[in-house]
């Protein structure tokens, strides 16, 4: 599995590596727009992301924002259903708000709490199929 931890907290990027390393290829974003790129780039590669675990709130561009752009990169081109990448939507942020508008405006496919608990990573990952 491929994925790419898109959040502006170190700390944050850290415990992401750490739990998913043992069972993903790991890039690391620090804001919307350098996801965006990262995201992009793996797609004209033909090597795309399996996963996205995004914050919503940054700099440069919100992860909101960022998700929309990715999901109109995977329309483009024509990649929908079981071939687009999950993205899981990692935030402090419990607004319901926020949270709707990265399912319904964004397309996102679960969210989880900060701190995030590796277990409930680990259901979600399965619960997705993005385990072995």
């Known amino acids: 599995m491929r994925a790419l931890i898109v959040d502006d907290d170190f700390y944050s990027r850290v415990v992401l590596h750490d739990m998913l390393r043992a069972v993903a290829e790991c890039h690391i974003a620090v804001n919307g727009e350098e996801a965006v790129g990262a995201f992009k780039k793996a797609l004209e590669d033909g090597r795309p992301y399996d996963l996205v675990c995004m914050d919503l709130v ?46 319904f405006l964004g397309g996102a496919d679960s969210f989880l709490v900060k701190p995030i608990e590796e277990a409930r990573l680990m259901a979600e990952l399965g619960e997705h199929g993005l385990l072995g």
């Open 58 to 103: 940054m700099p440069e561009m919100d992860g909101q924002q960022a998700l929309q752009e990715m999901r109109a990169l995977e329309e483009e081109r024509g990649i929908d259903g079981v071939e687009r990448s999950v993205i899981f939507v990692v935030s402090m942020v419990e607004d319901n708000r926020e949270t709707n508008e990265a399912f």
